[in-house]
């Protein structure tokens, strides 16, 4: 096929097969964050450039790398959103919806565009589900936010496979002070530093920190610790984030050189980490931004947030054998039908069952070839039981019904019957 009818690299289709864990995935979220009291916010996927310059930080690999942007047709620079942080406080602040310290819990699901190099769990269009919550201060918010991934790893198996990593980055002061300590250590040693860290050390030093390179890792084990400057708030914040994670038994971790790689966060930052993935295995981070709303022109409005990577918890899954057995099975019964005036009552039957049993999953398959071919695709279709309707089964008002499954003879159910008797041989979700 010739390249620009392909999809764009980076960029992946999402097949049937792989939908329904998807859809476990997000529908166990969604479930999780209704009981929690978060309601879903929806913005848009395209916004001014200007707001993720102003709220990301310029000097972010994002911001400077990885965003699609284009003009539209008036001349605007737009871009797709890399993240949904900014548009989260975009839309909050536009609708005023935070005002008078209205506390808000909410969340969003969908794409996001980045241009990063494609690999097994990076891509350039991918998916986050994310959380942001304003008006509330107090660790027990941080807390909150990482005990409902403690559970959400919990219903879908996940708890062993991932590490809490924690850090507090301050407040700006603090962490301003703490920046010039460690500039004065870097510019010591600078002619030991990978290009990158060198370039980084005056644009945005913390990022130093973050460096993969061995040998500036191995300097950075004697640079300042940002614990040491930290601000007697955000040192009680922290201590009553970890009291509370201690009280409900979260195992954690403290990474002093976890910054993340915006400009926004102040105070607690985390990420949840896995060795399964190789390389990309954080599949959640976030962190609180106080100074943000005020930053995009709002009130000062404490908040805190993250977001998760579906596709990279999508590969956990799989890897390690978490895929519910049922999703396998997206039919419960697969009815067959033969010859002209059984298709007509079959497609009748069907309604009268649907109307019954509204949530039954029952895949109709009529004039699609012969007996054989059919029973084998109801077979494939996973369904539990086949149903057939041919002239013989017309004449009587009946059905054949096959288990597909474990032993056991076909019967003859009279269509009256049908939807009873459906009801007492599957399980409806
Ligand atoms: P990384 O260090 O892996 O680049 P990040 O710090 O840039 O991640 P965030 O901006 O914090 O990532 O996004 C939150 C989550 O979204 C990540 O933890 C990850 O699970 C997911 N994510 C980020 N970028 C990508 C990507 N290009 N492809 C797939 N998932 C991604
Ligand atoms: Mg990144």
Not at 279 to 305: F, H, I, N, S, W
Not at 373 to 383: L, R
């Amino acid at each position: 096929m010739s390249k620009s009818l392909q999809a764009i690299r980076g960029m992946n289709d999402i097949l049937p097969e792989q939908t329904p864990l998807w859809r476990y995935f997000e529908g166990t979220v969604a479930r999780l964050l209704d009981n929690y009291g978060y309601r879903q916010i929806r913005m848009p996927i395209v916004e001014f450039t200007e707001l993720f310059k102003r709220s990301i930080g310029e000097v972010t690999d994002i911001v400077e790398k990885e965003m699609y942007t284009f003009d539209d047709r008036n001349g605007d620079s737009l871009t797709l959103r890399p993240e949904g942080t900014a548009a989260c406080v975009r839309a909050v602040l536009e609708h005023g919806i935070t005002g008078g310290g209205q506390v808000q819990k909410l969340w969003y699901v969908g794409p996001m565009f980045r241009h990063e190099r494609p690999q097994k769990g990076r891509y350039r269009q991918f998916h986050q589900i994310g959380l942001e919550v304003f008006n509330l201060e107090g660790p027990d918010i941080d807390a909150e936010l990482i005990v409902m991934t403690w559970r959400l790893w919990g219903e879908l198996g996940l708890r062993d496979a991932v590490k809490l990593e924690l850090n507090s980055l301050g407040t700006s002061e603090s962490r301003g002070r703490y920046r010039e300590a460690l500039v004065d250590f870097l510019s010591a040693h600078v002619d030991k530093l990978d290009e990158d860290s060198q370039r980084r050390m005056k644009t945005n030093p913390l990022r130093v920190l973050d460096t993969k390179n061995p040998e500036t890792q191995a300097i950075l084990v004697d640079a300042p610790k940002m614990a040491d400057y930290l601000d007697d708030e955000s040192r009680a914040h922290f201590e009553g984030l970890k009291a509370r994670l201690d009280a409900v038994g979260i195992p954690y971790v403290i990474n002093p050189k976890l910054v993340r790689g915006l400009d926004y966060y102040s105070k607690t930052v985390f990420e949840w980490v896995t060795d399964k993935l190789g390389a990309q295995g954080t599949v959640c981070a976030g962190g609180r931004y106080d100074g943000l709303v005020e930053q995009m022109g709002g009130k000062p409005t404490p908040g805190v947030g993250f977001a998760m990577g579906i596709e990279r918890l999508v590969l956990m899954l799989e890897a390690l054998d978490k895929v519910p057995e049922e999703l396998s099975r997206q039919v419960d019964i697969y009815l067959c039908a033969f010859g002209e005036a059984a298709e007509l009552a079959a497609l009748s039957l069907s309604e009268r069952v649907r109307d019954q049993l509204p949530n039954l999953r029952l895949q109709v398959n009529a004039g699609a070839g012969s007996f054989k071919s059919q029973f084998k695709k109801a077979d494939k279709s996973g369904a539990l039981y086949a149903l057939i309707l041919g002239d013989d089964e017309l004449a009587q008002q009946v059905v054949g019904f096959k288990p597909l499954r474990g032993q056991g003879e076909q019967q003859s159910i009279a269509w009256d019957a049908l939807a009873a008797h459906l009801a007492t041989c599957v399980v409806q979700g």
